[in-house]
């Protein structure tokens, strides 16, 4: 629904990337453990006692507490926020770039949406794979750490320091062709799903619009809350795969090479085909969660930095 859509060239984007930042670190802070128990799970070897999500947990705390939970968490937050910036810029005018050439075609405004965010999903995405995958790599070192033989460091700048002295800078973007593969087509598979679902919705609930003409506050989170949901559950499906792939290769130690077909080789012979879905349920979990709550409180921004004139 238009009326419920803010674009752009309405936001106020110094206040927009001010703002953005504290609302995606509180994001990032709530959900973070989830994404350890993840990589944890990914790269666990068939002897690792610790299989299950609830059994990485346990372990987790009874060795490190809560801060077990926040392996890697401030190196990642070194990232995240310029990373961010990167990613919501080209998001959104690439959005309103891609309607704009949809235009002549008159399609419907679910197919609309489902283009535009899913062109802005996979462009934003693989801008902002430059500046991720580091840290990336750095933050899952950190994350399985003393974990099924994996080697122990003392922070982010001892796994950096540790990398570019093995394998130089492409240590750093090991899994970058993987993560590109992983991402790219994961964002465009989130936004698209995003966008046509949250138009669907809209279809399926009606106008129903408040005093103003716009829809209600809690009818509007609601729609987003629901596309946020699909769209975290159609991209894990689809990705998990080579996320785990990616993430065996990333972390794999500085002594050890190994290629891609080896990793899925190993995962074959451990768990069966099953093994490339390893840390599907964290992951799904992760991705559902963290896309509603993401796009809430992204949607909510927006209204926020909205310039006065059009609020």
Not at 27 to 36: C, D, M
Not at 77 to 105: C, D, H, N, Y
Not at 113 to 126: D, K, Q, R
Not at 238 to 260: A, C, F, N, W, Y
Request: glycine residues 10%; proline residues 3%.
């Amino acid at each position: 629904m238009a009326s419920s859509d803010i674009n752009w060239d309405r936001l106020d984007k110094t206040k927009f990337y001010v703002v953005g930042a504290g609302l995606f670190t509180g994001v990032t802070v709530a959900l973070y453990p989830v994404s350890v128990v993840k990589t944890r799970l990914q790269v666990a070897s068939k002897d690792t006692l610790e299989r299950s999500a609830l059994s990485v947990v346990k372990g987790l705390l009874k060795t490190d507490g809560i801060r077990g939970l926040y392996k890697g968490f401030f190196t990642v937050m070194t990232g995240t926020i310029p990373t961010r910036v990167i990613f919501l810029t080209a998001l959104e005018t690439t959005k309103v770039a891609s309607l704009r050439m949809l235009e002549p075609f008159r399609l419907s405004d679910t197919t609309q949406a489902a283009i535009s965010n899913g062109v802005a999903g996979m462009t934003s995405s693989l801008l902002a794979q430059a500046m991720f995958v580091p840290i990336d790599v750095v933050s899952q070192k950190l994350m399985v750490q003393g974990y099924s033989g994996h080697t122990q460091y003392t922070g982010g700048l001892d796994v950096a320091r540790k990398v570019l002295r093995s394998d130089g800078i492409r240590g750093l973007y090991k899994g970058f062709g993987l993560s590109v593969m992983t991402y790219v087509p994961s964002s465009a598979v989130w936004w698209a799903s995003y966008g046509s679902s949250k138009h669907y919705l809209w279809r399926i609930l009606g106008d129903n619009s408040g005093e103003e003409g716009t829809p209600s506050l809690p009818k509007i989170i609601l729609v987003q809350a629901t596309g946020g949901i699909i769209a975290g559950a159609t991209a894990s499906c689809i990705t998990t795969p080579l996320d785990t792939i990616k993430t065996r290769l990333q972390v794999t130690g500085l002594e050890k090479k190994i290629s891609v077909k080896q990793v899925v080789k190993d995962l074959i012979l451990e768990d069966g085909w099953k093994g490339l879905y390893r840390g599907l349920g964290p992951r799904f979990f992760s991705m559902s969660a963290w896309g509603t709550s993401m796009i809430v409180a992204y949607e909510y921004l927006k209204r926020v930095c909205a310039k006065d004139e059009d609020v």
